[in-house]
């Protein structure tokens, strides 16, 4: 994470004394945007302190639903993002508002398509353009155990038309059918 891309304000509260770090950790920080406020807790999770980066992964791990809604924005860090992503797999409404955002790194996207639920692989196999631009989401689908046969199918069909290289076991499944 470019903490160097943060508001001055968040930059500011990252050097700040430790209540005021406390309070950011707890998701508190008066002043600051969503998507800011989101940045300092993951730079806080992260940091040397490991009191308050505990502190800090407890707020991610329950991340108050006003601060994600405004948080999930173009201009949210993709590695912000990334964190949010991994720590929300769970919940589709909000992976379905992640899926969207233009920043998404594609390898957030891989590693959600590698571990998710089976309502999170439709959501993210029904992104023909994401999958031909990342063959690799398809090959994590495919593994994907929680990905639906039908979807398999059919996001493997998509690499036949398009030729796309795939990794030994899924290749062995296309030449298959």
Known sequence: ????????????????????????AKG??????PADALAVIV??????????????????????????????????DPAVLHRIALGTAHDPWVIERILALPQLAPETVNALSETSSEAVTELIAVNQERLIATPSIIEKLYMNASTRMSTADRILELAVRHKL????????EVVRE
């Open 1 to 24: 994470m470019d903490l160097s891309a943060l508001s001055a304000p968040a930059q500011k509260l990252l050097s700040a004394p430790l209540p005021l770090r406390q309070m950011a």
């Open 28 to 33: 508190i920080a008066p002043g600051l945007q």
């Open 43 to 76: 730079a806080i999770s992260e940091g040397g302190d490991a009191a308050l980066a505990d502190v800090a992964k407890q707020t991610l791990a329950a991340i108050p639903a006003a601060l994600l809604s405004g948080a999930l924005v173009p201009t949210l």
């Open 165 to 172: 290289e795939l990794l030994e076991e899924a290749q062995e």
